[in-house]
């Protein structure tokens, strides 16, 4: 290299400080999320959606109080279609979808409806999500407890949890907590299961191995090594359960163990309809496709959130 | 367990009389009296009235007579007098030898108009009574749970000739298990029937039904079978041999022992007295129903999911999968309920099928929504299961390298993919079977279908206790059963898997 060459260039120092730092774009977990989730059109359409329900069911009971005994002595509102309501009442929303069996204004009670099935869902959701996820998680990573909780397990999964819920509610009777005490407390158990295997996979791989070597507390290693790998399996969970409870709803206060009478909800709205669904087809099919509406978009909302919570889509 | 536990000690023993005409009829203390008797009957409580306990006094002392007695009239009357009642001595009697075994003694005293007339139903009563605990009762329900005949069955001292035999059965032809001072006269026998093989020899006792079925033991509730009588040409067994064949509708493989006497005409027809005729019926009992709509749900759910999972995974994200895919969301996350109602509305008036079981013309057609019903959802959760399994299969490396190989696709999917996926599938088979029955809680419901799902619903609705317990055994034996053949079968189907123990760690 002659000097002229050698003029071309500057030497740097190395850096040690600099040389540390990534270019890279900066990761940020939640933020890859979202972005991967609302990459997709329809994602927009059913939180819009979604969030439309929640309005609704929320917002609309507020200013629309549903009264099912409003005219249960006026026999002559009974079974009115929506035309027959509409040219009784004068157009409204209350008399929008007709009137129910006991003169009952079928629009407002969908939303009250819609209400309670959701309250119940979320209720139930957080209460077995949380109780499952602990649980499971000390489950899979303790040897001696998982001998103890597989028995424990065993013995009441091997009872249809239909049949568990429905002669649990049938016991204590029923009524809105009540409710929610029978679907919760075996409930757990099949999440914690499910979270159980999850947490075992993850629990023997090399990386978390090598940090119990190098002396983590086990708080730790489940905080730092084991959790954040669950995040997609929890959402997947809540995908799956969040439905499940409101069909439940349904599927109960149809074979008559529900919610009580006090509690409008749309198991019990099916449950009176359904005899004459076929003569007074407005009656039945509003709660119907309104419990229909709220389990599938939830469903679909929650599977592809789990898809976006999974790293390895975020490439 | 736990569940019958709850039951017994949770629920308000008094529901059970909601809808009982005798306790609605009856007032004051008859109607105590009977709630007693209706408790003890259900295994709640120990009962003895002091009625009982002179009759058996006096009995002793004067033979038949003893109603004549001037002393027993005068004990039986000492109780409807409040005020001195406890001077008479066997009433101090019943009390003290009651008292000494742990009973509660409760004197109901006679209520009377201001004139001095009783009022109905409010004769004095004593009476000593002791609970049973619940886990007394839920020792006598699992003593009495299995029951197998035996020759002493019968306590009839003129049957000298006791016995259990195979003989020639002159109604099917084929050899039977006859017995001689068993209850049933034929224990095992076959005939063209399904299941073919008929059990009377072991008899699972359920429990009893409290207000649905007044009493009746819930096994021959559910073993019933119902609808017409159904009248073949037939012989009695006295007769066999000759040429007299009657109509009549008479099962005598179900024939039982008649402890009372025999009638002139039935020594004629019968040659022991095992005369007690049970009838054929042309109808299924609930059991059979259940059975048939899961059975045959099952079937057509695997004959259509799993050939449908496996073209899904092989045309994955075409429009084929993408509809299938749609079909499963719909099918998993909609309530049971509201997709059943829909097919039902669909079936009824497009295809003029009828809706609710009982008014059907022809039974068949009656069969064919509910098992439609049953199968659909089936069938989804199949096709996914079918379609994951094949998926994942699909991305190993075994199968990345049979293509390097050069093996063609076709034998690639038959030889290896479905043959490694379908494992998991068979050993859901017995599990979805129980599926199907379970699922049957809603679908019988709806079309009113006389089966087990339908008797549980209508129990909870009727505060029948004990076919609630009763079907939750039902279920949870079921479940069990279910989940004993699933793993036979995967170990039957699966090489990696057996029961043998192997060299090695």
């Known amino acids: 290299m002659s000097a002229k060459e050698k003029n071309l260039f500057t030497f740097i120092d190395h850096d040690t400080i600099e040389s540390e730092k990534i270019i890279a774009p900066r990761y940020s977990y939640w933020r890859s999320v979202f972005r991967v ?225 006090q509690v409008p909800s749309l198991g019990r709205m099916i449950q009176e309809a359904q005899t004459a669904f076929l003569i007074y087809p407005w009656e039945f099919w509003p709660p119907v496709a309104v419990a229909a509406a709220i389990t599938i978009i939830l469903y679909v909302l929650g599977q592809n959130l789990a898809d976006a919570t999974d790293p390895r889509t975020h490439m | 367990m736990t569940v019958m536990l709850l039951v017994y000690s949770l629920i308000d023993r008094k529901v059970i009389f909601q809808t009982d005409d005798v306790w609605n009829k009856r007032s004051n203390n008859e109607r105590i009296i009977y709630e007693y008797t209706q408790y003890q009957k259900y295994g709640y409580l120990e009962f003895y009235n002091y009625a009982t306990f002179l009759q058996q006094k006096y009995v002793g002392l004067y033979g038949d007579s003893y109603s004549k007695n001037p002393d027993f009239i005068k004990d039986m009357a000492a109780i409807q007098k409040p005020k001195t009642y406890l001077e008479n001595e066997s009433v101090q009697e019943f009390i003290n030898s009651y008292e000494s075994k742990g009973y509660n003694v409760v004197y109901l005293e006679p209520l009377t108009y201001t004139n001095g007339r009783v009022k109905p139903g409010g004769t004095g009563y004593l009476i000593a009574t002791r609970e049973r605990s619940v886990f007394l009762r839920l020792w006598d329900y699992l003593k009495g749970f299995i029951t197998i005949e035996t020759v002493k069955d019968v306590k009839d001292p003129g049957l000298t000739d006791r016995y259990i035999r195979i003989e020639k059965d002159p109604y099917s032809g084929f050899f039977a298990l006859v017995g001689s001072g068993t209850t049933h006269k034929y224990l095992v026998y076959f005939d063209g029937h399904f299941p073919f093989m008929h059990w009377n020899w072991i008899h699972i006792n359920l429990g009893v039904s409290y207000t649905k079925y007044r009493g009746q033991e819930i096994t021959d509730v559910i073993n019933q079978p119902t609808g017409d009588l159904d009248a073949k040409l037939v012989q009695y067994p006295a007769l066999v041999g000759t040429d007299q064949w009657e109509e009549s509708a008479v099962d005598f493989h179900k024939l039982t022992y ?79 309920l509201a997709y059943i109602f829909l097919f039902a509305a669909i079936g009824t008036t497009l295809f003029k099928l009828p809706y609710a079981f009982a008014n059907a013309e022809v039974k068949i057609l009656a069969y064919i929504l509910p098992t439609i019903s049953l199968t659909l959802p089936h069938m989804g959760s199949l096709m996914m299961w079918m379609r994951r399994y094949m998926i994942d299969q699909m991305n190993s490396d075994y199968v990345k390298f049979a293509r390097a190989e050069g093996m063609s696709e076709g034998e690639i999917f038959s030889q290896h993919i479905a043959r490694n996926a379908i494992i998991p599938i068979i050993h859901g088979i017995p599990a979805n079977i129980l599926a199907c029955l379970v699922g049957a809680i809603i679908t019988e419901r709806v079309y009113a279908v006389p089966g087990v799902g339908n008797l549980l619903t209508n129990a909870i609705n009727g505060h029948d206790n004990g076919i609630i317990v009763a079907c939750t055994v039902f279920y949870t034996s079921l479940s069990i059963i279910a989940l004993i053949l699933g793993d036979l079968l995967m170990a039957k189907y699966d090489p990696r898997i057996s029961f043998e123990t192997k060299g090695g760690r």
């Open chain 2, 258 to 336: 008649n402890n009372g006497e025999v009638s002139e005409m039935d020594k004629e027809l019968f040659n022991d007295k095992y005369t007690v005729v049970t009838y054929r019926r042309k109808g299924l009992s609930m059991l059979e129903n259940s059975f048939v709509i899961g059975l045959i749900a099952t079937i057509f759910a695997y004959l259509l999911g799993i050939p449908l999972g496996v073209l899904n995974a092989r045309n994955k994200d075409k429009l084929g999968d993408k509809l299938g895919m749609w079909y499963i969301i719909f099918i998993t996350s909609v309530p049971s």
């Open chain 1, 37 to 261: 989730f609302f990459k997709k059109k329809s994602n927009w359409v059913l939180l819009g959606l979604f969030l439309l329900l929640i309005l609704g069911a929320f917002i609309i009971p507020m200013f629309a109080p549903y009264d099912p005994n409003e005219n249960v002595t006026r026999a002559q509102y009974f079974h009115k279609s929506p035309a027959e309501a509409i040219r009784t009442f004068g157009f409204s929303f209350k008399w929008l979808l007709g009137t129910g069996g006991f003169g009952n204004s079928i629009s407002y009670g969908i939303w009250s409806s819609a209400k309670t099935s959701l309250l119940l869902a979320v209720i139930c959701a957080a209460i077995n999500m949380v109780v499952g996820t602990i649980m499971g998680a000390i489950w899979g990573y303790s040897k001696r407890f998982d001998q103890v909780m597989l028995v424990i397990y065993n013995i009441i999964a091997n009872v249809p949890y239909i049949l568990v819920i429905t002669v649990l509610v049938y016991i204590i009777g029923s009524g809105f907590w009540s409710f929610v005490f029978a679907l919760t407390v075996t409930g757990w158990l099949s999440i914690a299961y499910f979270f159980r295997t999850q947490v075992m996979i993850i629990r023997d791989r090399e990386y978390s191995l090598a940090s119990r070597c190098l002396g983590s507390p086990i708080t730790r290693v489940i905080s730092k090594n084991i959790m954040p790998f669950q995040t997609s399996v929890i959402v997947t969970i809540l995908a799956r359960e969040l439905p499940s409870y409101i069909s439940m709803e349904v599927f109960l206060s149809y074979i008559g163990v529900g919610l009580g009478a």
